[in-house]
Each structure stands twice: as structure tokens, then as C-alpha cells.
């Protein structure tokens, strides 16, 4: 199984700015997925990252909002935009794992005042 | 009518219990059926994978699947306070956005 870390481990942040959260997996992986878990709601996929290409975003997800990275096959980011008290919630990194499989990171938690 | 339901809980039981945990779904082209287990304040940790229809054991874990149904169960044998936490129910089709239920809250108690 892979072993994903993230950071950072959580953030409070002010409304208007934006945060970039990192994501490291110790073994090459082809996909990479964020997702967000907002309280009471179920994990959310927001976009699949490929390296080498554009992220490809789920429906309600935009880029100018969560622009991502995938610079090589461990590493990843997700930056979160123009933050509103909205975005507040704990946002997830995955990678696929051997089969068919996902594992994820920690999260990051993240409190938007 | 979202496409996976589960039940939030929390369900209490003492320990030593058997513990039955269910989800059901609405999307016929499910195929792949997951449960991962997440402790609070951390990530999802993947318990069990199944594939289409049957049973799968790990341990004191046994994973159903009954794709005629659209249902599928994850049962704890002997449950521990170590088993508190929430298990979230996860599926997908054959691409590789997974599908989540909202979780079921379980506490073991001594």
C-alpha cells in the first residue's frame, strides 16, 4: 500500500486569500485524486490529477477555484482560491493503489474565517 | 436520491458484539466495493475490497456484496474499543472516482 503525507496538517486561513496544500506519495503512482469532506457530507471527489496533463475536474469544481498540480509521479498540489467561510473542511489526497484500489492521506484540515 | 446510502449512526454496542455495517446504492454499474475505516482526525484507512458479487473475510472483517439487491455489508467479529470509528462505505464503476456513503459511527464500549 502506498504511504501518502500532506501539508499542511490543517490551517486557518482569512477570507480572500488562498492556500496550497501538498500532497507526497512514496512510490510513483500514474492517478492522484483530491477530495473534499465537508462535516456530515460524504467525501466529494474534486479532480483526478494525471501527470503530465490538465487535471480533470467532477461536476461543480472549476480550476480558477482548486487550480492542481502533478509535476512528476509522487507529488501533488491543490490550491484553494479567493477562500470564503464556504471552503471551510477537510480536504484529502489519494492515490491509486495496486489494483483497483485508493489510499489516502492525513487530510488537511482547513478553517476559513 | 444520492447514490450511496448509509446510515450515520452512531451505533453502540459492547464489546465482544457483532457489528453489521450496510450500505445501499442505486447504480447498477457498480462494480468495484470498498470500506475503509477512518479514526477521528485522520484519513480513510482501506479495510476490505471487493469485486462484484461474494463474500471476503480479513480477520475478524468479512466484506458482502449482493449486486441483485444494490447492498452491501461489512461485519465485525469480537469487536474491540479499538474498532470506534467511522466506516464509510466506498464504490465505483470502471472509472476511478469512488463513491462514498456519508459514514456509520461505531463505538465499542468495554
Known amino acids: 500500500s502506498a504511504v501518502i503525507s500532506q501539508k499542511p496538517s490543517r490551517d486557518i486561513c482569512q477570507r480572500g486569500t488562498s492556500l496550497t496544500i501538498q500532497c507526497q506519495v512514496d512510490s510513483q503512482v500514474t492517478m492522484m485524486f483530491w477530495y473534499r469532506q465537508q462535516p456530515g457530507q460524504s467525501l466529494t471527489l474534486i479532480a483526478t490529477?494525471?501527470?503530465?496533463?490538465?487535471?480533470?475536474?467532477e461536476s461543480g469544481f472549476v480550476i480558477d477555484k482548486f487550480p492542481i498540480s502533478r509535476p512528476n509521479l509522487t507529488f501533488s498540489t491543490l490550491t484553494v482560491s479567493n477562500m470564503s467561510p464556504e471552503d471551510s473542511s477537510i480536504y484529502l489526497c489519494s492515490a491509486e493503489g495496486g489494483g483497483e484500489t485508493q489510499y489516502f492521506g492525513p487530510g488537511t484540515r482547513l478553517l476559513v474565517l | 436520491q444520492k447514490e450511496v446510502e448509509q446510515d450515520p449512526g452512531p451505533l453502540s454496542v459492547p464489546e465482544g458484539a457483532i457489528v453489521s455495517l450496510n450500505c445501499t446504492y442505486s447504480?447498477?454499474?457498480?462494480?468495484?466495493f470498498m470500506w475503509y475505516r477512518q479514526y477521528s482526525r485522520k484519513g480513510p484507512e482501506l479495510l476490505m475490497y471487493t469485486y462484484s458479487s461474494g463474500n471476503k473475510e480479513d480477520g475478524r472483517f468479512t466484506a458482502q456484496v449482493d449486486k441483485s439487491s444494490k447492498y452491501i455489508s461489512l461485519f465485525i467479529r469480537d469487536s474491540q474499543p479499538s474498532d470506534s470509528a467511522t466506516y464509510l462505505c466506498a464504490m465505483r464503476n470502471s472509472g476511478y472516482a469512488l463513491n462514498f456513503g456519508k459514514g456509520t459511527s461505531l463505538l465499542v464500549t468495554p
Open positions: 490529477a494525471n501527470q503530465g496533463s490538465e487535471a480533470t475536474y
Open positions: 447504480n447498477s454499474a457498480f462494480q468495484y
